[in-house]
């Protein structure tokens, strides 16, 4: 099992370009989800999902889209990167039926918009 | 709405020091409250939970105990460890979808 696989690992980018964050399980959950994490801000959740074809929205959405079509996948969009949005996401993944608390996280991908 | 409040970092113990970290929860009806812990370059993992008041969860030496009359969840280790060293992290769960987390504790252990 590798669990919960990230990529990349960092990124840098300018501002206005877009990119798309990887996120991968291999633990057939349903329940998936992205945060960032900012200094003195603990995590936030900006999208998740509950199963394949099926999304919401978090904390703090903007900026960003999600979609589902596997139940593996759940990559994360930034259309237009601001300098916000640099910050460490998270990708995150666990069964329904705990209530979505055991979370396994992934290992995050760094990212810097300049 | 709900929210989890942390005890603001970093804390710096010498090993085999007794070690506390506080946390707090505002949340209606009955979450169940986590911590996490995030070692250096690597993603969160549940340290220990606990889904109704009085519970206590347990792992690796450490203990929370859920206290609804003073809505908190204190963390707690009788002799640290270097390899104790990490962020820890409180968190709530209030039966959406969604997990709460405080900002997190930063615990730097030294031999």
């Known amino acids: 099992n590798a669990g919960v696989t990230q990529t990349p690992k960092f990124q840098v980018l300018k501002t206005g370009q877009s990119m798309t964050l990887q996120c991968a399980q291999d633990?057939?959950?349903?329940?998936m989800s992205w945060y960032r994490q900012d200094p003195g801000m603990g995590l936030r959740l900006i999208h998740y999902?509950?199963?394949?074809?099926?999304?919401d929205q978090g904390e703090v959405p903007n900026g960003y889209n999600v979609s589902r079509s596997t139940t593996e996948d759940f990559p994360l969009r930034l259309l237009s990167a601001a300098p916000s949005q640099t910050s460490v996401y998270f990708c995150a993944s666990s069964e329904v039926g705990t209530g979505a608390y055991e979370q396994y996280f992934g290992p995050g991908t760094r990212l810097t918009v300049t | 709405g709900d929210s989890v409040t942390q005890m603001e970092g970093p804390v710096t113990l010498s090993e085999e020091a007794f070690l506390t970290i506080n946390c707090t929860y505002t949340a209606t009806g009955y979450p169940s409250l986590f911590w996490y812990v995030q070692y250096p370059g690597e993603g969160l993992q549940l340290l220990l939970k606990a889904t109704k008041a009085d519970d206590k969860g347990s792992n690796k030496g450490f203990e929370a105990t859920y206290r609804k009359e003073t809505t908190s969840f204190h963390l707690e280790k009788g002799s640290v460890q270097v390899s104790d060293s990490a962020v820890y992290f409180c968190?709530?769960?209030?039966?959406?979808?969604?997990?709460?987390f405080g900002t997190g504790t930063r615990l730097t252990v030294i031999p």
């Open positions: 633990m057939n959950h349903e329940y």
């Open positions: 968190a709530l769960f209030n039966g959406a979808n969604n997990l709460f």
């Open positions: 999902s509950v199963g394949a074809g099926i999304t």
